[in-house]
């Protein structure tokens, strides 16, 4: 989790249990503290399920563009290095030619 989920999960958490802490020191019947406390806990159910679903749609989307950049890159670097290959291989035949006909015009002398 980032520090800005965890802070936000902290917050959540302190508000609940001041509201708590509220709801159990105010001068209130039993049974309205505890509709009181149980409204408040579904409240913070709520609020902690959105923000893990939006946690999850961030790193969703975070993953996914990651992974075009990767692919991207990694494409980028197939292509490169499959040109460098195509210039090695020119070269090698270009040097190769080069040694042919030096060996041709050797070996006719003889």
Known sequence: MSN????IVGLLAGTVIGATLGILFAPDKGEK???RI???????KDKMA???SEIK??????VSEKKE???TQLENVFSNVTSKAEDVISTL???LKELKD???KLQKPA
């Open 93 to 95: 035949e270009k040097k």
């Open 38 to 44: 149980s409204d408040e806990a579904l409240a913070a």
């Open 50 to 52: 959105e923000r893990a």
């Open 69 to 71: 950049s990767l692919d």
């Open 4 to 7: 800005s989920s965890n802070t």
């Open 57 to 62: 749609t961030q790193v969703s989307s975070t």
């Open 33 to 35: 503290t505890r509709q």
């Open 102 to 104: 030096k060996s041709k």
